[in-house]
Structures are given as structure tokens and as C-alpha cells.
């Protein structure tokens, strides 16, 4: 069982980055998925997620309108599309299964199982 987080990198601002979590061993699609994000010296903080069926997803503030969480069930994978990057969106990002597969939420006790991170690094 296992969540593999990927796509991370170097951008420069305005440009765009496609992250990948996919899952081995279980159906992603059973769950709602999130993504968090947690730059050096802050707290992990939730950036969105999308419930089990896709009919539902939370965004950040800081992130609204240019980040979308689409999931493609056939290949077992939520993906995180950054656009509009910008340098304080510079951080490691994670992905994580939540406890509740019908809501989403920002909050880190809602997730119960966490995939490693990716780095993604915004600068020119």
C-alpha cells in the first residue's frame, strides 16, 4: 500500500507544474485525496482536495483560480495542476487520503494516510 507523490521541480513564476499521487495496492478512487504543501519553517498547511466521487473540492485561498485537483480513477491517480506559479508557492508538497471519502477539508487531522513529498521551487 502505497501513495507516490511526483512532478515536483524547478519553475519560474507565472509558469505551471503537473504533480502526480499515484496509489499502488489500494483505489484511490474509494478516497477523497488531498495535497499539502509545507515550506521551510512554516506548518503543513492544506492546499486542496477533492472527495471520492469528484463532485466536490476545496481550495486554498492562495491558490483559488490557479490550481485544479482533476482525478483520473482508470489510472489509480489525483494530480495537482499549478498554474500561475508563483515563489511563495515554493514548498514541499504531499498528497494524503482522508478519513472521510465524501468531504474535503484543509485540515491535517482529517488525512490518515500520507504519500512522501516532492519539492516544488519557484524562482527565477
Known amino acids: 500500500v502505497q501513495l507516490q507523490a511526483s512532478g515536483g521541480g524547478l519553475v519560474q513564476p507565472g509558469g505551471s507544474l503537473r504533480l502526480s499521487c499515484a496509489a499502488s495496492?489500494?483505489?484511490?478512487?474509494?478516497?477523497?485525496t488531498g495535497w499539502f504543501r509545507q515550506a521551510p519553517g512554516k506548518e503543513r498547511e492544506g492546499v486542496s482536495c477533492?472527495?471520492?466521487?469528484?463532485?466536490?473540492?476545496y481550495y486554498a485561498d492562495s491558490v483559488k483560480g490557479r490550481f485544479t485537483i482533476p482525478r483520473d480513477n482508470a489510472k489509480n491517480t489525483v494530480y495537482l495542476q499549478m498554474n500561475s506559479l508563483k515563489p511563495e508557492d515554493t514548498a514541499v508538497y504531499y498528497c494524503?487520503?482522508?478519513?472521510?471519502?465524501?468531504?474535503?477539508?484543509?485540515?491535517?487531522?482529517?488525512?490518515?494516510?500520507w504519500g512522501q513529498g516532492t519539492q516544488v521551487t519557484v524562482s527565477s
Open positions: 494524503a487520503t482522508a478519513n472521510n471519502p465524501y468531504y474535503c477539508s484543509g485540515l491535517r487531522y482529517d488525512y490518515d494516510y
Open positions: 495496492g489500494f483505489t484511490l478512487g474509494d478516497y477523497a
Open positions: 477533492i472527495v471520492s466521487s469528484g463532485g466536490s473540492t
